[in-house]
T-cell receptor, first 113, second 114 residues
Framework: NAGVTQTPKFQVLKTGQSMTLQCAQD?????MYWYRQDPGMGLRLIYY???????DKGEVPNGYNVSRLNKREFSLRLESAAPSQTSVYFC????????????FGPGTRLTVL | KNQVEQSPQSLIILEGKNCTLQ??????????LRWYKQDTGRGPVSLTI?????NTKSNGRYTATLDADTKQSSLHITASQLSDSASYIC?????????????FGRGTQLTVWP
């Protein structure tokens, strides 16, 4: 089992370019999350999907869109990248029961020039 | 305001020594608290979970404590190893909250020197 996979691992964009970060899980979990992690800031929630077909904004959703394509896949899209979106992005999954552990992917390191 | 504060921000210790990391929170009502370990370049991995009724829980050389009255938790690492070098993140879940409402500390960066 691969667990939670993310692609790409690294990406460099120019300001204004668009891209989609992909996340897939084989854990049969209901809930999926996108976080960004910046130095000294800790993990901040961008969007989450409690179940297939639903998405909700987190703490820092501006400049991002998401799609819960099916139970396995949850993508994060930057329509017009900005230097402030330079960060490490983590996808996570959760079984959907309060108190259960979140399982994180390996992260995507994004630099916007 | 629901917050999670961790201290120290960074810590350097020699291999074989013990250390204690602190987490103070204001999340209310409280459901549970998890400690995650994040190795450089990787995603966080759960070490232990503490619920309201638990005071102490061990996972190998890691021992977590919780004082729900003072809203404090600690993570004690015994006989540190080089592989313990990582960021340790405290995450608090509020009771009755939606699944999206987890409160993350900023982490303590631990470096173990040989």
């Amino acid at each position: 089992n691969a667990g939670v996979t993310q692609t790409p691992k690294f990406q460099v964009l120019k300001t204004g370019q668009s891209m989609t970060l992909q996340c897939a899980q084989d854990m049969n979990h209901n809930s999926m999350y996108w976080y960004r992690q910046d130095p000294g800031m800790g993990l901040r929630l961008i969007y989450y999907s409690a179940s297939e077909g639903t998405t909700d904004k987190g703490e820092v959703p501006n400049g991002y869109n998401v799609s819960r394509l099916n139970k396995r896949e949850f993508s994060l899209r930057l329509e017009s990248a900005a230097p402030s979106q330079t960060s490490v992005y983590f996808c996570a999954t959760h079984r959907g029961v309060a108190g259960n552990e979140q399982f994180f992917g390996p992260g995507t390191r994004l630099t916007v020039l | 305001k629901n917050q999670v504060e961790q201290s120290p921000q960074s810590l350097i210790i020699l291999e074989g020594k013990n250390c204690t990391l602190q987490c103070n929170y204001t999340v209310s009502p409280f459901s549970n608290l998890r400690w995650y370990k994040q190795d450089t370049g990787r995603g966080p991995v759960s070490l232990t979970i503490m619920t309201f009724s638990e005071n102490t829980k061990s996972n190998g050389r890691y021992t977590a404590t919780l004082d729900a009255d003072t809203k404090q938790s600690s993570l004690h690492i015994t006989a540190s190893q080089l592989s313990d070098s990582a960021s340790y993140i405290c995450v608090v879940s509020g009771r009755g909250s939606t699944l999206g409402r987890l409160y993350f500390g900023r982490g303590t960066q631990l470096t173990v020197w040989p």
